[in-house]
């Protein structure tokens, strides 16, 4: 990975599992120039990013199809039906039988997308799991407080006349 060394030069050191993945394009303008004009999105985060999450991502990678007739597509653009303005610049990425499955699974369009979107989910959440046993044992601790606060509430007022 591109680091920069104690004299303050560029250098190279192995790769950590933090590290971000090197972007194929110098710059922004280098990946437009060479995607008929879109820029990729950071996919390390876009079932965050974007509303509708896993399923939004899921539409994009499935809903590729020929436009209705009619409609007017612009030079190098593809029709998706769930993309805003139905025009994308992104090729269609996945179709059936793509990769082949070491399990003998179907590689069917479905299984793919659901299966990027599974993954695309977890490293933009690598944390999720966790949270919610924690969210569990929270709610868990609260109930108990609550019990026992009403105890001792009936315990402190139970010589108190009304
Ligand atoms: C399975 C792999 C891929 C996934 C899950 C994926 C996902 C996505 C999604 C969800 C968007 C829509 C972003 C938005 O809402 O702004 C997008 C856009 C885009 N993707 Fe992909 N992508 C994949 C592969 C690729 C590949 C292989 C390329 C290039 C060869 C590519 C190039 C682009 C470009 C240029 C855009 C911007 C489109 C535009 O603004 O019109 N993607 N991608």
Do not use: C
């Amino acid at each position: 990975m591109p680091d920069i060394d104690d004299s303050g030069q560029p250098s190279e050191r192995p790769a950590l599992p933090s590290d971000h993945f090197r972007s194929p394009f110098a710059n922004d303008r280098a990946a437009r120039a060479t995607n008929n004009g879109g820029l990729p999105p950071d996919l390390s985060v876009i079932t965050k990013a974007r509303e509708g999450g896993a399923d939004y991502v899921y539409g994009i990678l499935t809903g590729y199809q020929d436009p209705p007739a009619g409609f007017h597509m612009m030079a190098g653009l593809n029709y998706n039906k769930y993309f805003t303005g139905n025009q994308i610049a992104m090729i269609q990425p996945l179709r059936d039988g793509t990769v082949t499955y070491t399990d003998a699974t179907n590689p069917s369009l479905d299984q793919q997308a659901r299966d990027v979107v599974t993954f695309l989910t977890y490293i933009a959440n690598p944390e999720l799991e966790q949270r919610h046993r924690m969210g569990v044992r929270v709610v868990l601790f609260l109930l108990f407080l609550t019990g026992l606060s009403y105890a001792v509430k009936r315990k402190l007022w139970a010589g108190v006349d009304h």
